[in-house]
């Protein structure tokens, strides 16, 4: 079983639109869940880190739900700008804080 | 601040070169990690470390090598170049891991022939 497993989509919706993205990692002890975005060819960028309790920013909301090993991530009134890969990654619980990255999920949104 | 510096951007090889992909960060940042990015695998940990001196493999770690002499730089040696390690690397960095995430350089494109 892959560490990090994602829906690759595409999703593609309209503005405006919600849509959810979901992400279940195989280690039990990890400890920090994270949420990147990645537009083409470019680098990884931080979108929100995912904590317990849920967070929100913005038109984005985390969850996480540590009984089931599941993340996920909410877009409210998508925006086209909002069009990228968003990658779910997940600390290595056994080597220090390095990453586990998911294939990652394409979203486009379109007028 | 610059954040996470990589170079080169671009790079082509031949087969059996060696070469060291630079990373700088000037964050005082305690970790730091380098990935690559193939099409459809996703990143794949490299090598990392959780401070100077200290270094640890990741899940892709034969035919690179590393070294940590200061916080600031974590470079990547190439020892002998392979079509297979064609790819796009990314280093990155962070103040502790957990809860902060890693910021990422800009990556560098290395194509070996």
């Known amino acids: 079983r892959k560490e990090v497993e994602q829906d690759p989509g595409p999703f593609n919706v309209p503005e405006g639109a919600t849509v959810a993205f979901n992400c279940t990692y195989s280690?039990?002890?990890?400890?920090?869940f994270f949420w990147y975005r990645q537009d083409c060819r470019k680098e990884p960028k931080l979108l929100m880190s995912?904590?317990?309790s849920g967070n929100e920013d913005g038109r984005f909301t985390a969850q996480l739900n540590r009984a089931s090993q599941y993340i996920s991530l909410l877009i409210r009134d998508s925006k086209l700008s909002d069009s990228a890969t968003y990658l779910c990654?997940?600390?290595?619980?056994?080597?220090?804080?390095?990453?586990?990255f998911g294939k990652g999920t394409s979203l486009l949104v379109t007028p | 601040n610059a954040g996470v510096t990589q170079t080169p951007k671009f790079q082509v090889l031949k087969t059996g070169q060696s070469m060291t992909l630079q990373c700088a960060q000037d964050?005082?940042?305690?970790?730091m990690s380098w990935y690559r990015q193939d099409p459809g695998m996703g990143l794949r940990l490299i090598h990392y470390?959780?401070?100077?001196?200290?270094?640890d493999q990741g899940e892709v770690p034969n035919g690179y090598n590393v070294s940590r002499s200061t916080t600031e730089d974590f470079p990547l040696r190439l020892l002998s170049a392979a079509p297979s390690q064609t790819s796009v690397y990314f280093c990155?960095?962070?103040?502790?891991?957990?809860?902060?995430?890693?910021?990422f350089g800009s990556g560098t494109r290395l194509t070996v022939v």
């Open positions: 990155a960095s962070s103040y502790s891991g957990t809860n902060y995430g890693y910021t």
């Open positions: 280690n039990s002890a990890s400890q920090s």
């Open positions: 995912v904590y317990s």
């Open positions: 990654v997940v600390n290595k619980a056994d080597s220090g804080y390095a990453l586990n």
């Open positions: 964050m005082n940042h305690e970790y």
């Open positions: 470390s959780v401070g100077a001196g200290i270094t």
